[in-house]
Every structure is written in C-alpha cells, then in structure tokens.
C-alpha cells in the first residue's frame, strides 16, 4: 500500500511538468523586438521554431479576430505579415500542435501616425524597428532574394517584383492602388542603398512626390497659402502612398481626415449659423459642385492650398456671392 500511494502522488508532478515544459520551448521570435515603434500599420514577424515541435501558430492582436499560420514540418522559420492598431499592439504568438497550444510568446509593437496627435510620440521605452538592415536581412537570405537586381527596377508584372512575396497585400489589399506599387516598381520612390539600413524613402515626402505630381505642385505654389502639410511635403500624413479604400489614396474618408486636426470643426459650427440658426454641415449631405459625390470639408476647402487664410475654395470677397455658390437665393 506504502508503494502505491508513492506513484499516486508522483504522476501529477510528471503531468504539471510536461505542460510546464511545453509552454518554454517551441517557439521564439526573431523580428521585430519587444517595444518597437513603426510607422506602418502593416509589418512582417519572423519566428523561429523547433522541427517538427509546432505544426501551427495563432496570431492574436487584442480584440481581432485570430488567425492561424502553417507552419511546415521542416522549416525552422516562420514569416508572416499582420495589421496593425494605432497606438500600443500586444501581439500573442501561440504555438499550436494539432489544434492544442502547447507554446507562447508575446511582445508590445507601436503603431505611430503623425495623423493623429494621441498617437505621434511612442513611450519612452519603445525603439523605431526598421527590418531591412544588414543583420536583419542575413537571417532570411537562405529563401528570400534581400538583394534587388536590375530586373527589380521594372518587373513584367508585380509578382516578378523581388518585394511581392513579403509585401503583396500593399500591391493586392487596396480599391485604390498607387502606379507604382500597382506595377511593383517599388524602387520608383525607394532607393536602393548599399548601407546599415536599405530601401529608404527620401524625406521630406515632396523630394519623392512632386516629381510625378508637378502639374498639381505648380497650382499650389502659386497660391497665397498652402496648408501646413503641404508646406512642409509631408504629403504621407493625408495619403498612403501605397494604396487606399478612398479615392487620391487618402488615408480615410475626407471629413474624418481633417477633423483628426481640426477636431474643433467636427460639429460644423465653425461656419456662420445662417437663417436657420445652426452651423453648416460638414457630412451627410451632397456636394453642390459635385452631386455625385458626398459634401465634405474639401468641398469648401482646398486641402493643398489657396488665396485666402482658411484656404476656401472661392472667392469669399462678397459673402453674399459666396454663399450664392452653393444656395441660390
């Protein structure tokens, strides 16, 4: 009786073991490091695994919906892209073996937009994560092409691109593609550096844009007053220079773009009450100019710049006449 209750007692000590063991080894992460900040919303994770440990990893992003990566029984690395949140991103890896999770690892990413003030400066312990750099790359030179060719400059199609097999949801995801990724001609705006870190986009953002978009920059130049943005050339902070659901590659419907800086405005009420005794609307109403098209702050506004200080998109010289544009009396 003394011996049996000595395995009795043993065996859940081996079981707790065996979970507790699992739950250590499996799985670790490569890229990016814990407390990173980057300033795309898309980005790569590059996991290391044990042979034939793992036959899956669930990817869990706080309150979205999870998926599940493949992980072959004879690869050691996996590689896979994720979206972002604005702001602080906890990102559980699980490492899966026949649908039981058996491994876990977890890190903090921080998605930083100049667009939206809460979310321009990381915390204090984050650090900027930038991939392609020379260490980085080493890592995933046994599969992937890190080294563009002159092929590269202008592929036949996107999918020849040497980019394509990492970042093909900037070629695939979008209603509105940008031309150059459309056509993979990614090196058309990055430059192609032999340094610590490659693929780099000259800054400010005009160096690269306004080449391409002269007519449209000589309009605005010979206006009064620019708006901000377009001062300085940070066309990114409005438009995605890759791809969008909204036309002009904004990075969000029109109204809700401006009120992201001019959150004042949203009620509408900046304008003058009129007759009616309330501000003027800023949506869910047509444009006067464009009837196929919905009212928006652009409608009044001209985002890039103009002649008068609130950038209005007709002369206001004569209020009456003015107003007369859009209401006739």
């Known amino acids: 009786m003394k011996q049996q209750h000595i395995l009795l007692t043993a065996l859940p000590i081996v079981f707790f073991c065996t979970i507790d063991c699992w739950a250590g080894t499996g799985i670790s992460i490569q890229f990016p490091p814990d407390n990173s900040f980057v300033d795309n919303e898309q980005f790569s994770i590059v996991l290391t695994v044990e042979k034939q440990v793992l036959d899956g990893i669930r990817v869990v992003i706080g309150e979205n919906k999870p998926t599940e990566i493949s992980v072959r029984p004879d690869s050691t690395n ?16 699980l490492g899966l073996k026949q649908g039981k999770v058996i491994a876990q690892k977890e890190m903090k990413i921080f998605f930083r937009s100049d667009l939206f003030p809460s979310f321009r400066e990381p915390p204090a312990n984050f650090n900027r994560y930038f991939f392609h750099v020379i260490n980085n790359e080493k ?134 009450a009129g007759f009616v005794g309330k501000g003027h609307p800023v949506r869910n109403a047509k444009d006067s100019f464009n009837p ?15 002649n008068t200080q609130n950038l209005l998109n007709h002369d206001n010289s004569n209020m009456a006449l003015y107003c007369n544009n859009c209401h006739k009396m």
């Open 139 to 272: 890592s995933c030179s046994g599969c992937h092409d890190m080294d563009p060719t002159l092929s590269s400059l202008r592929p036949e199609n996107p999918e020849k691109s040497t980019c394509y097999v990492c970042h093909k949801k900037k070629y695939t995801q979008y209603t509105f593609v940008h031309k150059p990724a459309a056509q993979g001609t990614c090196f058309t705006c990055h430059e192609v550096l032999r340094g610590e870190r490659k693929y780099t986009v000259p800054k400010p953002d005009d160096k690269v844009c306004y080449p391409c978009h002269n007519a449209e920059v000589k309009g605005w130049k010979s206006k009064k007053i620019m708006h901000g943005p377009t001062a300085v050339g940070h066309c990114t902070m409005c438009h995605n220079p890759h791809g969008s659901e909204w036309p002009a590659l904004l990075r969000m419907q029109t109204t809700d773009l401006c009120i992201n800086c001019h959150e004042d405005k949203a009620s509408g009420s900046h304008v003058i």
């Open 78 to 93: 996996v590689c896979f892209g994720v979206t972002l949140s604005k702001g602080i991103n906890t990102i559980e890896l």
């Open 292 to 306: 196929n098209k919905e009212f928006t702050c652009a409608s009044c506004h001209n985002p890039h710049a103009g």
